[in-house]
């Protein structure tokens, strides 16, 4: 079965460019969890989905950052302008109930230059 | 005060040691508790849940204080595989979010 896939792997952008990272999450999994994790820190949440609800977004920067997950599978963020604080991975995990073990993509890794 | 707070580490031992972590969160009435493990470069990964009675998965025995709000992870006879950061994870009290630590790095070495 596969797991959760993103892309890009990784993105280089220079600053005021604007950003997109996709993800796919395992089949079957309601539940959609954007994080971001930066050198030295544990995962930080954006963005909770239940379905196509955001239903948590409350750390999400909603000046720049916005995201979607149309018919409830993929999902998208999207950064613009990107700034040079944004350089991170991010990375997107589903599961299938709220309160079960979360899987993890292997992330996108942002450089704002 | 972080929701969840971890040894600063990093731990550096020798092949066959037995090392601990300890963590500690903030919200009495968090839910769930996890150790999650995340190698160089990649995706964190559960490593194991925790309970209130305790729990062992081979090598590797986890606890959970309620009372303290303490969560711990043991490492018996470490590998050079075990080399990674453990991250300590609470489910939030609403049920709706995972909190992570900053994590702990575990360097194994021969």
């Known amino acids: 079965e596969a797991g959760v896939v993103q892309s890009p792997r990784y993105k280089i952008i220079e600053k005021k460019q604007p950003v997109a990272f996709w993800c796919n999450p395992i089949s079957g999994h309601n539940t959609l969890y954007w994080y971001r994790q930066n050198l030295g820190q544990g995962p930080e949440l954006l963005i909770r989905?239940?379905?196509?609800?955001?239903?948590?977004d409350s750390q999400l920067p909603k000046d720049r950052f916005s995201a979607e997950r149309l018919k409830g599978v993929d999902s998208t963020l999207k950064i613009q302008p990107a700034e040079l604080g944004d350089s991170a991975v991010y990375l997107c995990?589903?599961?299938?109930?709220?309160?079960?073990?979360?899987?993890f993509g292997q992330g996108t890794r942002l450089t704002v230059v | 005060r972080k929701e969840v707070e971890q040894d600063p580490g990093p731990f550096n031992v020798p092949e066959g040691a037995t090392v601990a972590f300890n963590c500690t969160y903030s919200?009495?009435?968090?839910?769930?508790f996890f150790w999650y493990r995340q190698d160089c470069r990649k995706e964190p990964k559960l490593l194991m849940s925790?309970?209130?009675s305790g729990n062992e998965d081979g090598r590797f025995t986890a606890q959970l204080n309620r009372a303290s709000q303490y969560i711990s992870l043991l490492i018996r006879d470490s590998k050079l595989s075990d080399s990674a950061t453990y991250l300590c994870?609470?489910?939030?009290?609403?049920?709706?979010?995972?909190?992570f630590g900053k994590g702990t790095t575990l360097s194994v070495s021969s």
């Open positions: 994870v609470v489910l939030n009290q609403a049920g709706t979010a995972l909190i």
């Open positions: 989905y239940e379905n196509e609800e955001a239903v948590d």
């Open positions: 919200n009495s009435a968090s839910q769930s």
């Open positions: 995990a589903s599961s299938s109930q709220r309160n079960t073990e979360a899987f």
């Open positions: 925790v309970y209130s």
